[in-house]
Structures are given as structure tokens and as C-alpha cells.
């Protein structure tokens, strides 16, 4: 069973940065899909970034420009690169991961998750 621990969480200030590190305990290279998705409070879960193995990448409308998704295959590690952020940005960011096939932004087909890391913007 695959592992997923992230990092990099916090607080800061509008238009700081983050980087969030999310470890895995197996390789990841194989797995089709990787991604991050956040939850804010009251609010459904939503898709902010992904990368497939062939390396493509996808992004929400909203953090567009802001974000970067990469991975580090020899290190078994996902990241997701924060610039220019904003107080709607605040939520539990969580990483995932597909093993087979998946709709980048549709949680269901993920079959692991890590426990999450809480980024915090103030205004």
C-alpha cells in the first residue's frame, strides 16, 4: 500500500509563497496519475493541480500561472510550487495518487491519499 505524507504547510501572508512536498513510500513513477487537491471549510473538495506520467500537467482556472506541479521520480516526491498567494487559497491541501487511469480532477479515481497539510493566507 502506497504512502503519502506531505509537507510545507503554513501561514503567510497574500502574495507569499509555498512549496508543498509530498513524499511517497513507493515509486511513483509508475502511477498514472499524481495531484493535489484542497478542501477549504464549507466547501467541497476541489482539483488544483496534476501530472500524468507522461508528464503533462493540468491546472485549475484558478491558480493558473500561480502554481507549478513537478515530481521528483528519484525521490519519490510530488511538489507543488505556491507563488502570488491569495486568502481563497487557504485550505487543507491534500496529494493523491492513480495508479491505473484517471479524470485528473475527479477524486474518485484515486486510489491513494495522504493525510493533508494546512496552508493558511492571510490578507
Known amino acids: 500500500q502506497v504512502q503519502l505524507v506531505e509537507s510545507g504547510g503554513g501561514s503567510v501572508q497574500a502574495g507569499g509563497s509555498l512549496r508543498l512536498s509530498c513524499a511517497a513510500s513507493?515509486?511513483?513513477?509508475?502511477?498514472?496519475?499524481m495531484a493535489w487537491f484542497r478542501q477549504a471549510p464549507g466547501k467541497e473538495r476541489e482539483g488544483v493541480a496534476a501530472i500524468v506520467r507522461t508528464g503533462s500537467t493540468l491546472y485549475a482556472d484558478s491558480v493558473k500561472g500561480r502554481f507549478t506541479i513537478s515530481k521528483d521520480n528519484a525521490k519519490n516526491t510530488l511538489y507543488l510550487q505556491m507563488n502570488s498567494l491569495k486568502p481563497e487559497d487557504t485550505a487543507m491541501y491534500y496529494c493523491?495518487?492513480?495508479?491505473?487511469?484517471?479524470?485528473?480532477?475527479?477524486?474518485?479515481?484515486?486510489?491513494?491519499w495522504g493525510q493533508g497539510t494546512q496552508v493558511t493566507v492571510s490578507a
Open positions: 513507493e515509486y511513483i513513477y509508475s502511477s498514472y496519475c
Open positions: 493523491a495518487t492513480a495508479l491505473r487511469t484517471c479524470d485528473p480532477f475527479s477524486g474518485s479515481w484515486y486510489n491513494y
